[in-house]
């Protein structure tokens, strides 16, 4: 990228920062946009797009699977993929071809929408860039994952848009007490089973979770923060596991294991905390958060 392109993500990068979510703060609702973009990004990647000209009929499907699979915590009125894309018209970047007049903040018709006359766009030099540069469309995708999801889920949302490949590599910068204190607290060991190991001197294969999302305005504060094993750490964040009445597991009934495969998960259920914290407890409004915008089981 030459130095005019590097300015021009910059900004491009901003504006997607600053998509206006939508305004009920939950989960399911608030990352239709960041989906749709990634979606829309992931296409251009693929090669599936022959020039600036999005169609609602082509992307629909795939673009309620993502918000059902990746959008947290189901809302009352289902995916309706066609909310973001409607709305996307806010941001500058986007531009939406309907074959009626709408006025802002209303959602365009689902038949409008379909009508093979009606279809999305980035304004064009945004989508100069992004077909130009493999790097302008990695640094992109990080920005947007990393503005919206845990680390932990950013292997799956990746994987399932055909993204893997595309990893610019540049991590946000957590905050190491962050960390540090949480571990000690569970005395680095697995809150949910007790999982305590260590590699050349070192504790391994447990991480220092947020319990209210990181992205979300969880601050790093050991009363957000539960040390997790690896696997128990991404059901956590996937929202098959959750904590009720500060300490008991539970795991969400649309949680369905293989056989005895799902024991690691499924051996939880009503547990206690394995591990106690030492010192400070988590604090229940990180844990109601958490219950009300991740966890899948009634919460
Ligand atoms: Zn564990």
Redesign the pocket.
Known sequence: MNLNELQKLDELLEQFRSMKLHGSGRLGAALKKPLLVLLLVSRIENNRVEENRFHFDEIEKQLERLIREHGGRPTKSGPRPEQPFSHLRSSPFWILNSQREYESGTTALVSDLRDPNSYGAFQPKVYQLLRSSSDARARVVDSILQEWWPETLHGDIREDLGLDRLDSQRRRQRDRQFTIDVLENFRYS??????HAVLNGQATG?DAAHVQWHAYRGPDDVANGIS??????WAFDKGILGVMDGKRICIADVFVAQSDGGL?LESLKDHTF?VEPRNNAIAEQFLDWHRNNVYLGAA
Do not use: E
């Open positions: 697995c809150a949910f089973c007790g999982f447990i997790l094993c690896k696997l128990h750490h690691p394995a």
